[in-house]
């Protein structure tokens, strides 16, 4: 193309500098817009496919946000014979009105961007649904009210419970329904509601047994912000490809020289921009094009830094759901990057703690005060897990499962320092007229297998290990002995300063499931002065005692154990042993008495 282009200017008897300008002119002219397509393209398919696990994941999480206890009883009473009446009496019921504040409560995640958010039920038809619950009936309703009292027409457009949706167009709604899984559009379709292009994204729900489908939550999302970009970013292109022919020009006839110092330098700022030095500026030193050049790179990097930042902010609270920590044994940049399968094997501490009694103290709360109690308490212990070079694996209700991949000492000052700010968390709760709560801590070390399990479409980060149910079971038994935090004598072995901790021995247990039995401690640190003193004291006792039991001298055992129990009553661990000295004098120890205790129960 360069070549019939010089001959056309040769046949028009142009000098070779004209020759020059025009077929440098033409080419940059050509890559410019070239550039600027694929630009385009490459970055309206990028922010298309990001819209896409957004909406994915709005919905996934979405629809575990729901009440399924409530959309359960909704779904029940739905039947083609309702009346209007029958209907509006159900929009005002606390199921229908829990259900719609939740649904706009998922609409606030994203409210400029998410327009509609429902729950569609089956039908016998595969063609056609009904509407359970529509995030905007409630308002509706309150607007034709409103209306009608001032004497207004109201065009009644609302998609009521009970209501019939065709869906025979909506294939991947109706994909959805057929194998009940988290689907997304493949492409926008124009919203003439919006006037812009919008597509929708769907996820299964439920019930609570996750055994029976009730229908699909359905999100409608707008392009509004993909526009927004693209058009800043097709201004900016016009822009670069402007100053670049201007530039050309120039170049050619004038600043040969000035202007490859120019681009070399511009070269050196977009590569390692490119690098990811998002930060990086052109240092604009002249007015002429080339400064300009410089300048509307700055607002190009500007605006792609300030969109960059928008996605990290997305990345960052992805990672309140998925620790960076494990990403990072997964060796891992992003969440974008983990794959169904990744695993790693690591040497860990599992930390295990519980609310003692929770169900009964939750049964005298509401789920509101349920959810800001448990978070709450959940506030104040994270913090004391994160300093002390743990994470967070995962939250089961008000228990915690955290992960300590250094050394084990690490887990156990967590776990002391966690139980000293309950005794301030407790002192908080008193002052607000509220019962005190206590925790167990079960820590044991060993083997972990990290890694995702699932399937393509839903996928979770997850251990697998031994010591994670031991260390479970472990905090199981700190009801049973009457201890805060109860250890595994592997962690023991393990503690580089043991003197720096209050041990003491606790029993010999083979736990359910478990054949080989394991040796557990107590550590009471965090015990109050009162209580570590009289430990202290009875430990010489103690130990004698508790030989005595292994070795099956239980009436020596029993003595001893009761001495200690008329000093110090409060001690569980005295009359646990003292009660078993006594049923086996009664009944007999086990055949091969080893001093060993058989759980059977977890």
């Keep these: 193309m360069e070549d019939k282009q010089a001959s056309l200017a040769y046949k028009l008897g142009l000098s070779l500098r004209i020759k020059i300008v025009l077929t440098f002119f033409i080419f940059i002219s050509v890559i410019s817009l070239l550039i600027s397509f694929a630009n385009y393209y490459i970055l309206s398919n990028e922010l298309f496919d990001k819209l896409q696990d957004q909406i994915r994941n709005i919905t996934g999480i979405g629809s575990m946000s729901l009440d399924t206890q409530a959309l359960n009883r909704l779904n029940t009473l739905m039947s083609e014979d309702l009346s209007e009446e029958q209907v509006a009496e159900i929009e005002k019921s606390e199921d229908y009105q829990l259900i719609s504040v939740q649904l706009n409560r998922i609409r606030d995640v994203e ?121 800043q970013v097709s201004l900016l292109s016009i822009g670069i490809a402007g100053s670049a022919q201007v530039l050309s020009l120039i170049v050619s006839l004038i600043l040969g020289t000035m202007f490859t110092r120019g681009i070399k330098h ?21 007015k002429d094009e080339v400064g300009r050049l410089g300048f509307t790179f700055n607002q190009m990097a500007q605006t792609i830094q300030n969109y960059s930042a928008h996605l990290e ?43 003692r009694s929770f169900t009964t103290l939750s049964e005298s709360m ?49 776990a002391i320092n966690m139980l000293r700010t309950l005794k ?9 007229n ?46 049973l002995y009457g201890a805060s935090i109860v250890i595994s004598g592997e962690t023991l072995k393990l503690l580089p300063d043991r003197a720096k901790y209050n041990v003491r021995f606790i029993d010999r247990v083979q736990v359910k499931g478990k054949t080989k039995p394991v040796i557990i401690y107590e550590i009471y640190n965090a015990d109050s002065a009162k209580t570590k003193e009289k430990k202290k004291k009875n430990t010489a006792v103690y130990i004698k005692a508790v030989e005595d039991y292994a070795r099956g001298d239980f009436k020596k055992a029993l003595a001893l154990f009761k001495s200690l129990h008329q000093q110090d009553g409060e001690d569980k661990l005295y009359s646990l042993y003292s009660q078993r000295c006594e049923r086996f004098l009664k009944y007999g120890a086990p055949a091969n008495w080893k001093g060993i205790t058989i759980l059977d129960s977890k």
């Design 266 to 286: 511009l070269d050196k700022i977009v590569r390692r921009f490119g690098e990811k030095e998002l930060n990086v500026r052109a240092v604009v030193k002249t």
């Design 111 to 231: 409210s400029d961007l998410i327009t509609y958010v429902y729950i569609l039920v089956p039908t016998e038809d595969e063609n056609t649904a009904r509407f359970l619950v529509d995030a905007d009936v409630l308002a509706g309703l309150e607007e034709k009210e409103a209306l009608e009292q001032a004497g207004e027409e109201y065009d009644d457009e609302i998609s009521h419970f009970n209501s019939e949706y065709d869906i025979a167009v909506f294939d991947v709604m109706k994909k959805a329904f057929a194998e009940k899984a988290n689907l997304v559009e493949e492409e926008y379709y124009f919203d003439e509601d919006y006037q812009v292009n919008s597509f929708s994204g769907y996820a299964p729900l439920f019930t609570e047994d996750g055994e029976t489908f009730i229908g699909l939550l359905g999100i409608d999302m707008t392009d509004k912000d993909v526009t927004a970009v693209l058009s």
């Design 313 to 355: 902010n997305l990345l960052l609270a992805y990672g309140r759901f998925v620790p960076h920590d494990f990403l990072h044994f997964l060796k891992k940049e992003s969440i974008i990057d983990v794959r169904l399968g990744d695993h790693t094997q690591q040497d860990m501490t599992v930390l295990f703690s519980d609310i």
């Design 366 to 414: 509401n789920p509101e005060e349920n959810f800001n109690f448990i978070n709450s308490y959940l506030k104040r212990m994270g913090p004391e897990i994160r300093s002390n070079k743990g994470f967070i694996d995962k939250y089961i209700g008000d228990a915690i499962m955290a992960l300590f991949p250094g050394e084990p000492e690490y887990a156990l000052n967590a």
């Design 424 to 432: 301030e968390y407790n002192e908080h709760r008193s002052q607000q």
């Design 434 to 479: 509220y019962q005190p709560i206590r925790i167990g801590i079960g820590i044991h070390t060993g083997k972990l297998m990290l890694g995702t399990v699932g399937e393509h479409e839903r996928m979770d980060g997850t251990v697998i290990a031994d010591a994670v149910n031991l260390s479970s079971r472990l905090e199981s038994l700190t009801k």
